[in-house]
């Protein structure tokens, strides 16, 4: 069954600190492995894309890390900003024929001054 | 800006009650996907459509129904509204190629059902 588990499912850091999100997931065949930053109310945007040979993608203060072999994806925030309080989603693309897109339920991140 | 419009941004209304929410997808985009985002939930996909044919169906009640025009903008009907049908309904479109599942999402409509 194709899923996507996000941990944690909330968090809260001090302005300026680092943190990291994690997702693993058990989608096939994978195609490519989503971030997506969505702030309360609005529409979910994407931070990095990743495909199966890329390890490692920057978006700014955001790094996204994909093991297609462990099926694990890790999203670092440095430098946390009062901006990045928001829910940050995992999406994974399985390609069957079409794309089947499955969504993590997302992690809460606070960040608090 | 994603480029996706959905209108209206605000919808009130009845129980029992029958509304339509309005999408238009980015430029050239051949797909749209309708959401459902209840308090504090994730994102619930609801159905696909392709260049106006349906392509793929999630988990979306009978009272409601979609549908996308020769124009592309999609229509998304929900009708016998019932309390819980209260959430935030996203629309997303995504174009063609390698990354034809890169969805840009619009900016939603908050439905409240009285």
């Known amino acids: 069954k194709n899923q996507v588990e996000q941990s944690p499912q909330s968090l809260i850091i001090l302005e300026g600190k680092n943190c990291t999100l994690q997702?693993?997931?058990?989608?096939?065949?994978?195609?490519?492995l989503r971030w997506y930053k969505q702030d309360t109310g609005r529409g979910p945007v994407s931070l990095t894309i990743?495909?199966?040979?890329?390890n490692t993608k920057s978006n700014g203060r955001y790094t996204a890390t994909l093991d297609a072999d462990t099926k694990q994806s890790s999203l670092h925030i440095t430098a946390s900003q009062l901006s990045d309080s928001a829910s940050y989603i995992c999406v994974v693309s399985a390609r069957t024929g079409g794309f089947k897109t499955i969504f993590g339920a997302g992690t809460r991140l606070f960040v608090k001054a | 800006d994603s480029g996706v419009t959905q209108t209206p941004k605000h919808l009130i209304t009845a129980t029992g009650q029958r509304v339509t929410l309005r999408c238009s997808p980015r430029?050239?985009?051949?797909?749209v996907y309708w959401y459902q985002q209840s308090l504090d939930q994730g994102l619930q996909f609801l159905i696909q459509y392709y260049n106006g044919e349906e392509r793929a169906k999630g988990n979306i009640l009978e009272r409601f129904s979609a549908q996308q025009f020769p124009d592309l903008h999609s229509e998304l009907n929900l009708s016998s509204l019932e309390l819980g049908d209260s959430a935030l309904y996203f629309c997303?479109?995504?174009?063609?190629?390698?990354?034809?599942?890169?969805?840009?999402f619009g900016p939603g409509t908050r439905l409240t059902v009285l």
């Open positions: 997303a479109s995504s174009g063609t190629g390698e990354l034809a599942d890169t969805q840009y």
């Open positions: 990743m495909t199966f040979s890329e």
């Open positions: 997702c693993n997931y058990t989608v096939s065949p994978f195609s490519n």
């Open positions: 430029s050239g985009d051949l797909s």
